[in-house]
């Protein structure tokens, strides 16, 4: 069972929430698989990140 839900990649949604709470709280490991597998699966979102990652830099200095 646990594998079954390992191996199963998040939607993009659930990426989102979970990515929302990564600064807020310590992952489970199959919370941080699953998140894994959907950022590499994903080309779309891990840009998406990687430009509110680069813009909350600027804002924070």
Avoid: I, N
Wanted: glycine letters at 2%.
């Amino acid at each position: 069972m646990l594998l079954h839900r390992l191996t199963h990649m998040v939607p993009c949604k659930e990426a989102s929430r979970l990515l929302s709470q990564r600064e807020e709280r310590r992952f489970a490991l199959g919370e941080r698989v699953r998140l894994r597998l959907h950022l590499a699966a994903c080309a779309r979102f891990e840009r998406q990140l990687a430009f509110m990652r680069d813009a909350m830099s600027h804002y924070r200095k």
